[in-house]
Each structure stands twice: as C-alpha cells, then as structure tokens.
C-alpha cells in the first residue's frame, strides 16, 4: 500500500497543455535570440562597427564574462524585489519587455569611432544581458510552483530541453526569412526581442495561479527562528552541482572548440565538423526522451551516472577514429548521452531551490537558479580558454589534435561524475515537501476567492 501511495504522489498533475506551453513561451521563443547572438556577434563586432581583431576579441570576451556576472546578479534581484502579480512572473514579462528596447539598441551601429563603438556595444550588451538573464531565471524558478510532484518538474524540464531544439530549427527557418527582407541589423534585434516579449506574456498568463504571495503561510524558519543567508542555504548540494555542472559544460564546450581541428588534420576533411551541431541537436532531441524514461526507471543520479559515462567513452573512441562515417557516428552518441546535462540541470537546481527552504525557510530559488545558469556560461567560457592555450601548448598536429578532441572532453565528463558522487539529497523528503507546498498554494488561491 505504502509503494502505491508514493507511485500515486510521483504521478505528474499538469496537464499537457500546460507542460508544451511552458516550452513554447519559454525556451522555443528565447532559443532565436540566442542563436542570432551566438551567429551575429562577432560578425556585427567586425563586419558592421568596423572593430579590429584585437579589440573585437577584447568585446567578446568581455560580454562573454559580463553574462556570467548579470547572471548570478539576476537571482538577488528577484529573490529581494517582489510584486503583487506574483514573485516570478513579474520579473518575466519586465525582462521581456526590456528585451524589445535593449536587443535592438546593441544592434544599432551609431556610427562612432572604434574604442566609442566598442564601449556603447560593451554597456548595451550589460543591459539586454541582465534583461534576458532576470527573465531566464524567473521562468526557470517558475518550476518550483508549478511543480506538485517530482514527474511534473522532469515533464517541463523535457518541454523546455525540446522546445530549444524545435527553437534551433525554426530559427534557420525564420532568419532565412528575415535576412531576405532586410539587413537591417536593428530590424531583426527588434523582432527577435518582440518574440520573446510575446513569449513572456504568454508565460505571465499561464502561471497566475501557481506564483503567488505565500507569506500568508510560510514553511517553518531556521533552527534558533533567525533566517540563515541565502549563501547558507546555497551550501551543501549546491557545492559539488555547481562543480559538476561546470565541467558537463565544460566537456560540450570543448569538443566544439577543437572538432574542427580534427577534422581537418584526422579526417582531412574540414566540412564535416559543419554537421556536428545539426546531429547533435538531432540526437540530442532523441536523447531527452530516452534521458526522461531512464531517469523515471532508475532516478536522477544514476542515470546522470550513465549517459556520461556513455559520452566518455564516446568522446576517446573517436581517438582510434579514421573514417568520416564513424566518427559521425560517434557524434551522434555524443549527442544523446551528453544531453542529460543540461536536461538535469533544470531538475538538480530545482530540488536544491526545495530542499534550500524546505531545511531554512528561506526561498532562495531565483539566486539558486541564478547559479546553475552561470555555470553553463562559465563551462562555455573555461572550454574556450583551456582549448585555445591547450592547442597553443601542443600544436595542431594530428596527433595533439587527435588527444585534445577526444581525451579533452572525457576527462571534463570524469570530473563531472567524481563531483556528483558528493552530491546528496533525499528525494522523498523533498517530494513530501513539494505536497504540502502544492496545498498551501492551493489553500491561499481558495482563501483569495472567497
């Protein structure tokens, strides 16, 4: 009976409706931003303000590191200002209105001079950073009022892990669109920015009657009444899922930064590292699906456990690689095995925003999402740093080459399952916790009614 009960509990309770459009207003609409950032970037920097090589690499790193820093302030901001319209959702939709204003001004050339230029982009990039990183955030934290039972949490991590491919996919779709139309780089950030204000609407809509005030009736305080700093209730699990976070992105970070390199000088054929990206964003849609199933059998840790053990193993085969068709074939193990990084992150940083005010009273969960999206920025940055002088080091032979592609990336995926093996929370406790959450949520809806 007792087993019945918690199989009935881990039953998912939100309807699937709810569960696509928290993907589609999420991460399907945030998905053509990024990816006309990451494409035009350094473009814009080179080819439209007419920057240097050395100053438009000074640009980028900067913004690379500016993101990083905008991130983990976008938590303290929205743990610290509340609104009556509800603690989350708020903050979603000023992001996205912020990002109809912003996206298109870092786009605008203004026709100054180099170091001119590059300051305004420098100070513009800052504010539409901060704007898209507050409403990342929120709608990340969003999952822990939507979220009744353990099921719910995986079922929209999946619908945002799918919404972003479905996003990568339309997008080539609707830049090909819009660069027939115009060239007008101020244009194309003004609707790629309005896509995701749209977005945020939808989402504000959607999640009234999950994100409200529960003041009315808050979860017991610390031990002594005094409620520790977010810093204490950031501790713990947080410690070793950071470290292994940073390194999953780490090995993905890698491999993409030294593929090329091999191809050309292993498979002498530099074309093929151009269908990388598209099969692992194939694969990786595959690899969602079968990372939801696995985790539903076995639990989160082992199958993290797992799947990136799989891509280590992956990553060094490619060392005895020769041939064009294998090595895709590899790439494409890479892509499903790899994917349950980034698809547990969204469910590891949720039960750490749970077990944080389920053990201190203190509702952390913005600041805490806002540390597990850091560390995919800071995964992305160290991978390019540590490539770039790990090739300077060794050269670009085949042989170092060869090493640095598939022995690089797997010792990052060792790094991440040696640091998820310090990582330990209890998972009935936590589901038990997100219960009694549900009903006092319920409860404070009823009483507003009435």
Not at 17 to 46: A, D, E, K, P, W
Not at 135 to 155: F, I
Not at 226 to 232: D, Y
Not at 301 to 306: G, L
Request: hydrophobic content about 50%; charged content about 15%; aromatic content about 12%.
């Amino acid at each position: 009976m007792a087993k019945e009960k918690v199989k009935k509990e881990r039953k998912g309770t939100l309807k699937v409706s709810q569960i696509v459009l928290y993907g589609v207003f999420g991460m399907f609409v945030n998905t053509f931003y990024l990816m006309y950032l990451t494409y035009n970037r350094i473009y814009y920097l080179t080819n439209i303000l007419q920057l240097n090589e050395v100053l438009s690499a000074v640009v980028a790193t900067a913004s690379a590191w500016i993101n990083v820093l905008t991130m983990i302030l976008a938590g303290p901001l929205i743990d610290k200002i509340k609104f009556k319209n509800g603690k989350y959702r708020s903050w979603t939709l000023i992001g996205g209105i912020l990002m109809v204003v912003a996206l298109p001004m870092l786009f605008t050339n203004w026709h100054l001079s180099g170091t001119a230029a590059a300051v305004v982009y420098v100070v513009m990039f800052a504010i539409q950073s901060i704007s898209y990183n507050t409403l990342w955030v929120a709608e990340r934290a969003l999952l822990g009022p939507m979220s009744k039972t353990s099921e719910d949490v995986s079922s929209l991590a999946l619908a945002s892990q799918l919404a972003s491919v479905f996003g990568l996919i339309g997008y080539g779709a609707v830049d090909a669109i819009l660069s027939k139309l115009t060239s007008n780089t101020t244009i194309m950030g003004l609707v790629y920015g309005a896509l995701i204000c749209l977005g945020t609407f939808g989402m504000f809509a959607m999640t009234k009657k999950y994100d409200i005030n529960l003041e009315s009736a808050p979860v017991a305080q610390a031990e002594g009444g005094k409620a520790p700093s977010f810093f204490k209730a950031a501790s713990g699990p947080m410690i070793p899922f950071c470290i292994a976070m940073i390194a999953a992105n780490c090995h993905n970070g890698f491999f993409t930064a030294i593929v090329k390199f091999f191809c050309e000088y292993r498979l002498h054929d530099a074309g093929a590292a151009s269908m990388v990206a598209t099969i692992t964003g194939v694969t990786g849609l595959v690899g969602s699906i079968i990372a939801k199933i696995l985790i539903s059998k076995i639990g989160k840790k082992p199958s993290m456990y797992i799947f990136t053990i799989l891509t280590a193993l992956c990553y060094i085969a490619i060392y005895f690689v020769q041939g064009k068709p294998l090595f895709l074939a590899l790439v494409a193990g890479v892509g499903i095995f790899s994917v349950v990084g980034s698809f547990l992150l969204v469910i590891f940083s949720n039960d750490i925003a749970d077990y944080a005010e389920m053990t201190t009273g203190v509702d952390g969960r913005a600041m805490i999402q806002a540390f597990s999206g850091s560390t995919i920025r800071i995964g992305a940055a160290l991978a390019t740093t540590i490539a770039s002088f790990s090739l300077a080091a060794l050269g670009n032979g085949e042989q170092s080459v060869s090493l640095l592609t598939s022995f690089g990336p797997a010792v990052f995926c060792i790094l991440s399952v040696l640091a998820m093996i310090f990582y330990k929370l209890d998972d009935s406790k936590i589901e038990s916790f997100r219960k009694e959450k549900a009903e006092r949520i319920e409860a404070a809806n009823a009483a507003k009614t009435e």
